[in-house]
């Protein structure tokens, strides 16, 4: 749907949820992007170790990622967050899919459903040059500390890191 500006002119209106987070991005190849996306109406589906093994294990599948490196991740019982560092081969948007996408097949296929996963966007945040990297990685890890998960960062099993 359009509307009419002040000059006759139409201009595009944006839809709220996914249309929006789509606003403005951009993927630039060997960018590191922080990303986070949330499973359908929050539904803490990774509260179950089966599943959220099925997720886990996506994440760093070479085939997924082709040449995108996943620095850092953490799976919590409703979202995920990602540190990527994109390649020449795949935009963030079809990186995504093809993480989240698996890890859904995957999923549906154990509980013999068809139904989504996760949300059908993802947040995410392009690092600066002069930002952090490592810090950002320790923050991702440290979310189930935060969210009072676990008292250690040890003792929580889903998630990981390339400067372990």
Aim: glycine share 6%.
């Amino acid at each position: 749907m359009a509307a009419i500006g002040l000059a006759g002119t139409q201009m595009a209106q944006y839809k709220s949820g996914y249309q929006a987070l789509r606003k403005g991005r951009a993927s630039i190849r060997n960018q590191i992007y922080l990303v986070t996306s949330t499973t359908r109406n929050r539904n803490p589906l990774f509260s179950e170790w089966r599943l959220a093994s099925i997720a886990c294990r996506n994440f760093e599948k070479d085939l997924l990622l082709k040449d995108a490196t996943m620095l850092a991740w953490v799976l919590m019982p409703d979202h995920a967050h990602w540190l990527v560092q994109l390649g020449t081969q795949l935009e963030l948007g079809a990186l995504m899919m093809r993480i989240k996408s698996a890890a859904a097949r995957e999923i549906n296929r154990t509980r013999n459903r068809k139904e989504p996963v996760w949300d059908r966007g993802f947040h995410d945040r392009a690092l600066r040059q002069e930002e952090d990297i490592a810090a950002t990685a320790r923050y991702i890890v440290a979310n189930p500390l935060r969210a009072g998960l676990v008292k250690r960062v040890g003792d929580y099993p889903y998630w990981n890191a390339i400067w372990l």
